[in-house]
C-alpha cells in the first residue's frame, strides 16, 4: 500500500464549480502538506502549503489538512477553465519539500 | 531569474545504455532534489543533494547515482537502462537542506527501447 493515496479521478466539471481534491496517509510522521499543479507533464508548480491541521485559504483555493485523520483536501472555488491541470498532494516528515512523497494525481478540467 | 534549467528535453536509450541528466538550480538555491515520474503516476523521490553530498535518497537502486558539483548544479546518471526507466526525470531546487519551498524543472523525458 503506497503512503500517500489520492483520489484518481479524472474530475470534470462546469466552469464556476467548486472542486474539492482528497488525498489520506499512512505515515504519522509528515508534517508538512502541499499542493502541486502540474500542466501537461510539465514540472509541477508549488499552490500551497501547510503545517498544521486546519484550513489554509489563498485567494480561490484552500488547503484542509486533519491529521487525526490522515486526510488533506484542497477546494477549489469559482473554478475556471485556466484550473484544468493535474493535481498533486505531497508530503514530509519534516520541512524539508525537497524529499516529498507525492501522490498520483488528480486530473480536472473545467469546462466554459 | 532564471528558473531550474535541465537538459536534455527528450532522450531516446537502448536498454543496458547509460545515461546523464543535467539540471541547473535556480538562482540562490544550493540544494537539488531529483524525482522520477511515470506516466500517470506521481514523482518519486530519488536522491537530495547538498554541499556536494547525497544527503537523502529514496528507494531506489544503486544504477541511479549522482553528483553535485561547486556551483551547485548537479547530474543524475543511471546505469544499465531498463524498460521500466522511462520516465520524465524531474529536478527540483530549494534555497538551503531542508527548505519547504521547491521549484521544480520542466524535466527530461527519457524513453529507454
Sequence with gaps: QKEVEQDPGPLSVPEGAIVSLNCTYSNSAFQYFMWYRQYSRKGPELLMYTYSSGNKEDGRFTAQVDKSSKYISLFIRDSQPSDSATYLCAMSEGTNAGKSTFGDGTTLTVKP | ?113
Design chain 2, 1 to 113: 531569474d532564471a528558473g531550474v534549467t535541465q537538459s536534455p528535453t527528450h532522450l531516446i536509450k537502448t536498454r543496458g545504455q547509460q545515461v546523464t541528466l543535467r539540471c541547473s538550480p535556480k538562482s540562490g538555491h544550493d540544494t537539488v532534489s531529483w524525482y522520477q515520474q511515470a506516466l500517470g503516476q506521481g514523482p518519486q523521490f530519488i536522491f537530495q543533494y547538498y554541499e556536494e553530498e547525497e544527503r537523502q535518497r529514496g528507494n531506489f537502486p544503486d544504477r541511479f547515482s549522482g553528483h553535485q558539483f561547486p556551483n551547485y548544479s548537479s547530474e543524475l546518471n543511471v546505469n544499465a537502462l531498463l524498460l521500466g526507466d522511462s520516465a520524465l526525470y524531474l529536478c527540483a531546487s530549494s534555497r538551503d537542506f531542508g527548505g519547504n519551498t521547491i521549484y521544480f524543472g520542466e524535466g527530461s523525458w527519457l524513453t529507454v527501447v
